[in-house]
């Protein structure tokens, strides 16, 4: 399963058509919600022919729904729990996001890719790297998008612990061997993690195994990987898939809640101030119009109607006439999405966050400005 970037989403993002809507199609394919193929397709169906409905007969939306359709009957679900389609038939857009994470089922027909679900799914899953060592074994993992990808293979076969009872006899010598031993094999082991990350980046590092080796280990990572250093696990390096999984998920939300807390505090305080910082959805959409948003702060399944231009793209809060240009608004449905989607065309930071009292207290939207 391909991994999606941030980068990949903002090049979605800006990706504009002017030759016929963009349709935006969101699954939830879970097989837990939903077992037998035959009833998805039929929740598909239902969910395309009211896409159908509002496209007005345009034929390049109605050969995009013809595709999804088709695509939907071929899904492998056994890891495939969500899927985010954009496609446009008179562009030749056709690109499909499988996610092992469920997401909300929705189809959204605009000029642009509607990417704020997939954006919200990538914050909050933030990749972490799982590290496990003892003295015979050093393990690998990554944890991406719920997904736990072993990459062990790049450790060498097991070593032959140096503990015998005769070797033991040796008193100095022998702890002096069983010392080296160790330090080699931790040094070893910090290389393949340095290896993987290089291959494969992940955002946090967490290492498990006895403080004898675990000290050591952190020593000796390259510094790029010390930075990303989150703590230990209490997990054995011989230990099962899905404890590995747990403990890292674990660490995955456990490091992405302390993150936007942060965040949300820094937005709480430039708030107070009064200087940049603003709450709630009209005063951010009046400073994204002005391109003054750094970082754009919005909580999770906040959904709100609103407006916009269809000659200049500006967005509004309250209708009907644009400020901008005069001209009759359009209503749309979720004026949320559309300024997620706003904030990465302009490359601002767009944070979705779950749980956060603070933000929903100052109105469920806010944003921390450039001046």
């Known amino acids: 399963m391909a991994v999606i970037t941030e980068s990949a989403i903002r090049d979605l993002a800006a990706t504009r058509s002017e030759k016929a809507p963009v349709t935006s199609c969101y699954l939830d394919v879970d097989g837990g919600r939903v077992a037998r193929q035959r009833d998805l397709e039929h929740e598909v169906d239902v969910l395309l022919k009211t896409a159908r409905a509002r496209s007005g007969g345009h034929a390049s939306v109605a050969a995009d729904l013809r595709r999804i359709a088709d695509h939907v009957r071929g899904i492998d679900r056994s890891r495939v729990r969500g899927v985010a389609i954009f496609a446009c038939a008179a562009d030749g857009l056709w690109r499909v ?129 010390r930075q990303r250093l989150r703590g230990r696990l209490p997990v054995p390096a011989t230990a099962g898939r899905d404890e590995v999984l747990a403990a890292a998920r674990r660490v995955e939300s456990a ?27 009209p005063a951010v959409v009046d400073a994204l119009g002005a391109h003054r948003v750094d970082t754009l702060l919005v909580s999770a399944g906040f959904r709100a109607p609103g407006w916009r231009c269809p000659g200049c793209g500006g967005l509004a809060a309250m209708g009907r006439r644009c400020r901008s240009c005069g001209r009759e608004m359009a209503e749309v449905e979720d004026l949320v999405e559309q300024v ?28 921390l400005l450039r001046y």
Request: charged letters at 25%.
């Open 255 to 281: 490091v992405e809640q302390r993150r936007q807390a942060a965040v949300v505090g820094q937005l709480r305080e430039a708030v107070a101030a009064g200087r940049r910082g603003v709450a709630g959805l």
């Open 97 to 225: 996001v499988e996610l092992p994470v469920p997401v909300r089922s929705r189809v959204v027909l605009e000029q642009a890719p509607v990417v704020g679900q997939l954006e919200s799914v990538v914050r909050a899953h933030p990749s972490v790297g799982v590290l496990l060592v003892d003295r015979q074994l050093g393990r690998m993992f990554v944890l991406e998008l719920g997904e736990l990808i072993e990459r062990s293979e790049l450790l060498d076969e097991p070593l032959r612990d140096v503990d015998g009872r005769g070797e033991r006899d040796r008193g100095g010598e022998h702890a002096q061997a069983v010392e080296a031993r160790n330090l080699a094999h931790v040094r070893h082991v910090a290389e393949v993690a340095f290896a993987v990350w290089r291959q494969h980046p992940f955002a946090h590092l967490v290492v498990a195994g006895p403080d004898d080796l675990a000290g050591p280990l952190e020593v000796a990572l390259h510094p790029y990987l």
């Open 340 to 367: 997620v989607e706003e904030a990465l065309v302009q490359a601002c930071t767009v944070e979705i966050c779950a749980g956060n009292a603070d933000l929903d207290v100052m109105g469920r939207a806010g944003a």
